[in-house]
């Protein structure tokens, strides 16, 4: 059978590349694909990024943000062609599809007959076209709850082997064949140090179908592997190129079909951003290579020995394109408290979670996220959540910058807007007059009590008017003692300097004789009429309707309290177009009547004006004293 043996020779150069010593059909994959992964021994199943996984691990393509290209051209001891190209297409958010096509070929060979005599020429290729996807686990409705990345990833695959010869060669043209199989990969993120990838070669157990009838086996491989990081960190996935790093890789092939396992391990070290160095260990083979990230390409060599023979060292080329480098987005979600939120504690529980938008997943998912509030390092759980709690103590505005970076140094920010109100024991939720009385608490306008009540329900005393205005109008009290203006005030009086600054200002006078009687209760006329002097509000000289059911034209306050009623400032303590004006004015009345004032509610407004995104807090207030 000379024409076989020719057959055979042709084919022990194939075989003498797949390193076997079997005579099955030759799967050019065996040989290894990308320049990157032969440089470090073969390792490539839990690394999977750009678009050689489609090749070695079809889930990393998963990983892919942008197009992606990859190729690679070798010379075996000069006599066998090996080329490979492969292109990635990403489809939305964690997934993408791909195709690729491999090729090992010989030039014209002179064969040889069992004599030594010459039987012509031959040549003889295999080939195996890809076409693969792959996505991660969660983006399929049935596993969407599933919060890590797992990626999954699949290959249809068709191989084509023939060859041609001069000569009395026919026999190599009826070996030729075609066949089909697939690969089922996975990558899973098991920490931010420690990626685990797993490859099913030829999972459908096929066959090459030769034209002279004799068919080959597909057979299956199964190979696993780890990637660690040793240096610097990954995150939840996939490799950052922009910093140091350092990675140990070991794969681990487990053919199906009676050949010995095989080791495989590998180290790739980052240097910079841009410049790789590798080595690694093919099952007893020492390889070693070298790669530059550039402009958005990215160029590898290898050198690959197979076997003891010096000849056989392979130099391996491949030139990638990864598209221009996308800088990561990181985003801080803030679940609790809501922004623009009102607050009545010294500290507030801030939680959320650092959200990974991402830019070029060959750079990976950013790892070793950091999270700082107000400057404070705040710890930050596996899933990249997020809880503390935060003193605010002050009562007023807040602004909280929230910072959360990652060890590649991508960085985001978030503001949270707090406003911290005064609170009052016995002003509960839902209570009429509740705004008003910590809005006017909180910009300083009023006080409550030492044991911190405000006593909505009691009425309103001369000199409790007389601190309202003075710290309406934001008077300064003077620094030394205060001067007895009345002659039933003391200087000990806790209003004293109120009532002394009220009667220079003119907000307030006298009785005849000198006194000013402070502990007298003020009713709801003699109140209304005081603020809307103070309020400078413009008032007929008549009033000729009454301006409520209980409020004769003619009476004295009549005209304040029209006034007053025009200004809006009576709604809510008039009920169904009663006053009541001889009533004791209350002090949850006094303090709505003031709220309306032109000058309060622009400090309240104030406060809660968010245009201005930085922190004003209120004066601070003496809790010894019991004052409005």
């Not at 408290?337 to 060959?362: C, F, H, L, M, Q």
Request: net charge negative.
């Amino acid at each position: 059978m000379k024409n076989m043996k020719q057959v055979l020779s042709l084919i022990a150069v194939l075989i003498l590349i797949g390193g076997t010593t079997h005579a099955q059909v030759a799967d050019p994959t065996s040989l290894g694909v990308g320049a990157r992964a032969l440089g470090m021994g073969r390792t490539y199943v839990a690394v999977a990024e750009d678009a050689d996984a489609l090749f070695m691990n079809p889930a990393g393509l998963a990983t892919s943000g942008n197009p992606k290209l990859s190729t690679m051209y070798g010379s075996l001891m000069g006599d066998v062609n090996y080329a490979v190209i492969g292109g990635v297409y990403p489809l939305g958010e964690k997934s993408a599809i791909g195709a690729g096509f491999i090729n090992a070929s010989t030039s014209d060979i002179m064969l040889m007959n069992s004599d030594g005599s010459s039987a012509g020429a031959g040549r003889w290729g295999s080939s195996v076209v890809f076409l693969s996807a792959g996505t991660a686990l969660n983006q399929l409705k049935p596993f969407s709850n599933i919060k890590k990345d797992i990626l999954i990833g699949g290959s249809f695959k068709y191989f084509s082997t023939g060859g041609t010869g001069s000569n009395d060669v026919a026999d190599i043209e009826d070996a030729a064949g075609t066949g089909y199989s697939a690969d089922l990969g996975i990558l899973y993120p098991a920490t931010e140090y420690l990626n685990l990838g797993l490859n099913l070669q030829n999972i459908l157990g096929s066959k090459v179908l030769r034209t002279s009838g004799v068919n080959e086996d597909l057979p299956m491989n199964i190979k696993v592997g780890g990637r660690i990081c040793l240096l610097g960190r990954d995150g939840e996935s996939y490799t950052i190129h922009n910093q140091r790093r350092l990675y140990l890789n070991a794969d681990y092939d487990m053919p199906q079909n009676g050949r010995e396992n095989i080791t495989h391990l590998g180290m790739e070290f980052w240097p910079t951003g841009s410049f790789a160095l590798r080595t690694g260990l093919d099952g007893s083979n020492l390889t070693a290579g070298v790669g530059i990230r550039l402009a958005g390409l990215e160029l590898n060599y290898a050198y690959h020995p197979f076997g003891d023979v010096q000849e056989d060292a392979t130099h391996f080329f491949s030139i990638g394109y990864l598209g221009e480098a996308l800088q990561r987005v990181l985003e801080v979600q803030v679940d609790t408290p809501s922004d623009k939120a009102v607050i009545y504690d010294d500290n507030v529980k801030v939680s959320g979670r650092v959200n990974i938008i991402e830019g070029d997943p060959t750079q990976g998912p950013a790892g070793g996220i950091t999270v700082k509030i107000d400057g404070v390092n705040i710890a930050v759980a596996e899933d990249n959540t997020f809880s503390a709690n935060i003193p605010v103590d002050k009562v007023g505005k807040k602004l909280l910058e929230i910072e959360a970076q990652d060890t590649a140094g991508d960085r985001a920010t978030a503001q949270l807007r707090l406003v911290r109100l005064v609170s009052f024991d016995d002003v509960p939720e839902g209570y009429w007059a509740k705004s008003p009385i910590e809005n006017t608490g909180t910009v300083g306008l009023i006080e409550g009590y030492p044991d911190k009540t405000f006593r909505p329900e009691r009425t309103l005393t001369r000199a409790e008017l007389a601190t309202l205005l003075v710290r309406a109008k934001g008077l300064d009290l003077p620094q030394r003692n205060a001067v007895k203006v009345f002659n039933d005030v003391p200087a000990t009086h806790w209003a004293a300097k109120y009532i002394e600054v009220a009667k220079r200002e003119g907000l307030v006078t006298g009785y005849p004789g000198g006194a000013f009687k402070p502990n007298n209760q003020i009713n709801k006329a003699e109140g209304i009429a005081v603020l809307a002097r103070f309020e400078n509000l413009r008032m007929a000289a008549a009033v000729y309707d009454k301006p409520f059911a209980d409020v004769r034209a003619n009476f004295w306050a009549a005209r304040y309290i029209q006034a007053a009623k025009d200004a809006g400032m009576l709604q809510q303590i008039s009920r169904n177009n009663y006053l009541y004006p001889t009533k004791e004015l209350p002090r949850s009345e006094a303090v709505k009547l003031l709220s309306t004032t032109g000058l309060a509610s622009g400090k309240i407004d104030k406060l809660f004006d968010w245009g201005e995104l930085k922190s004003e807090v209120a004066p601070s207030a003496s809790p010894a004293r019991a004052a409005l």
